[in-house]
């Protein structure tokens, strides 16, 4: 199990290492640096002056020298600082991150509850089956910005009920979350069903009703916790994914997390914010998939 | 199965038929018309105009033109590197499958979308390809889009390629001295249509709604020209004035992606 966690945790420190390159290359490979920036922002700067300040944040260095000394600096947990916001790098990181977990985590929560449960409805009750099967199919299909869009023309503009957008107390959660739900909750739901209608076939469970067991038992106690495996494969596969869905939701709620974060460093040249952006967002989310592989080996020690 | 088939062909006749749709209209899909802005759907306007007066429709429908030849040529980029990748990791197995299939997980554990933007917004320049037109914008989304959904159709081929090249005419075929590439072409390949359409229909998908949503946050196919996704984003802006404007371009998307999710799992079904 160690050796399976270091080794893991090293193949995500080389994808890091290696994603931290291939970016920093694309980037330091497109015309003009912050210096040219500078320029157009005060048009007395001097050749001389440009050539100087490029001198003195070694701008003018071979490309693999600057990799190394940024790569150097990150490490020491030197960030730098945003020139978008004018703020230091770290400072801005972390408050997003709290917010998109805390996006991230709900959604999840819902998501995965829900798509269990429908799984279950069509697993326990085959009528309600065709029901679910179709409601996946759509939510699979659905685009999430759309239906960001319905829920606020909807909810904030028809019947004003709720924020547009922002971040306050619990009712600036709801949109963005119903949202950010509904994306991932298809998966879940036909996985459930799969997982569970399969799960209730196994012979354990026909000793279980045989010696009495009451529906919601055999459901809860036998056959969730065998449905639980290839669900858990999901929300490590899924990870990814709820991420990317996290950016567009924090950008059309406005709410300031990770990924609306790295939308506007993007938007306005913050190549450096959005870089390091990028890495934090990667990082948790392949630290995410790791913990969702190690709870499926808890739970089925035939894995490990 | 053939509800998904009957919905995309629909969906690409509406497509084709779009100059044919703006000569019976009688109006231009890109020409401001200012006097008629926000134009309840009429006769003239069947879903009615933008904030420019242009008609929905008809920017509808060009738009499926764009949106879907993103689709289509990504998704066709994907599965050809997918294919390739996941028949030479199975084939030569040992360090290339190994090296192969690490890039893919690689590739797979990131999360996409905030990558994307990132890619996105780079100049195309930088990488050799024209900046601009919004030719250039469907080949530059296309590129970007077809290196990451090349991972899905690769671990699916090189999965069905494994227990193929295991299977008795695949030794026989070997053992009456076939060259190896005819054995992949001639023997192999030809089992891996299935698989391989399943991950093609996918790839459709995922790629209209990765397009949109790119196009959406402003970084894919830029305006004047129509995309679902473009449209999207001036619709949002626009919530106020004309919320209908929102419904068309989102229900597009949602239709594609469910006929060829639908296709993909009838494909499934039928192996």
Not at chain 1, 114 to 131: E, K, N, S, V
Not at chain 1, 137 to 159: E, R, T
Not at chain 1, 286 to 301: F, H
Not at chain 2, 141 to 163: D, E, N, P, Q, Y
Request: some cysteine.
């Amino acid at each position: 199990m160690m050796r399976l966690i270091a080794s893991r945790l090293a193949q995500i420190a080389v994808t890091a290492a290696i994603l931290s390159f291939c970016a920093f290359l694309l980037i330091a490979l497109m015309p003009g640096d912050p210096i040219d920036l500078a320029i157009a922002g005060d048009p007395r700067l001097s050749a001389e002056d440009a050539a100087r300040l490029r001198a003195l944040h070694g701008l003018d260095q071979p490309l693999m020298a600057r990799y190394l000394a940024w790569a150097g600096a990150v490490l020491e947990g030197r960030f730098g600082h945003s020139r978008l916001f004018a703020q230091p790098v770290a400072a801005l990181l972390w408050p997003a991150l709290l917010s998109s977990l805390e996006l991230l985590g709900l959604a999840l929560l819902l998501a995965a509850g829900f798509g269990i449960a429908l799984g279950a409805l069509a697993a326990l009750r085959p009528r309600a089956a065709p029901f679910v099967q179709t409601l996946a199919l759509v939510a699979q299909a659905v685009p999430s910005f759309w239906l960001g869009i319905l829920l606020i023309i909807l909810f904030a503009v028809q019947l004003g009920w709720l924020p547009a957008g922002g971040e306050g107390g619990w009712r600036y959660l709801i949109l963005p979350v119903a949202t950010l739900c509904f994306a991932n909750l298809a998966a879940y739901a036909r996985h459930a069903a799969a997982a569970l209608t399969q799960a209730l076939n196994e012979p354990h469970i026909r000793t279980a009703r045989a010696k009495g067991a009451g529906e919601r038992r055999i459901l809860l106690a036998h056959a969730l916790p065998n449905a639980g495996v290839p669900l858990l494969t999901i929300a490590a596969l899924d990870a990814g994914a709820l991420v990317s869905g996290a950016l567009i939701t924090e950008t059309i709620f406005a709410r300031p997390g990770m990924g609306k974060l790295i939308y506007d460093a993007v938007m306005g040249n913050d190549f450096n914010l959005a870089l390091l952006a990028l890495l934090v967002v990667a990082i948790v989310t392949m630290l995410a998939t790791l913990a969702a592989d190690l709870a499926q080996r808890w739970l089925d020690p035939r894995l490990a | 199965m053939k509800g998904g088939l009957a919905l995309l062909a629909a969906l690409a006749l509406a497509a084709l038929a779009a100059p044919l749709a703006a000569a019976m209209l009688g109006h231009d899909p890109f020409l401001p018309d200012l006097f008629n802005r926000f134009a309840q759907p009429s006769a003239a306007h069947p879903l009615g105009t933008d904030e420019l007066g242009r008609d929905l429709l008809l920017r509808l429908l060009q738009g499926a033109r764009v949106s879907l030849t993103v689709g289509l040529l990504a998704a066709l980029a994907a599965t050809i590197i997918g294919t390739i990748v996941g028949l030479m990791a199975a084939w030569r197995g040992g360090v290339w499958d190994a090296v192969l299939m690490r890039l893919a997980d690689g590739l797979l554990a990131l999360p996409a979308l905030p990558l994307l933007v990132i890619l996105a917004a780079l100049d195309p320049a930088v990488v050799g390809l024209p900046r601009g037109e919004a030719a250039a914008d469907i080949l530059r989304i296309a590129v970007l889009l077809a290196a990451f959904g090349w991972v899905g159709v690769a671990r699916l081929v090189r999965a069905t390629a494994l227990s193929v090249l295991a299977r008795d005419f695949v030794r026989a075929a070997r053992a009456l001295g076939v060259s190896e590439g005819r054995v992949l072409w001639r023997h192999v390949l030809p089992e891996l249509a299935a698989p391989i359409a399943i991950a093609t229909a996918l790839a459709v998908g995922g790629a209209v709604l990765a397009e949109s949503t790119l196009s959406f946050l402003g970084l894919g196919i830029a305006p004047p020209a129509p995309s679902w996704g473009n449209m999207l984003a001036n619709a949002q802006e626009l919530v106020f004035q004309a919320p209908l404007a929102a419904l068309w371009p989102g229900l597009a998307i949602l239709l594609t992606v469910l006929g060829c999710n639908l296709v993909a799992d009838g494909v499934a079904k039928r192996r």
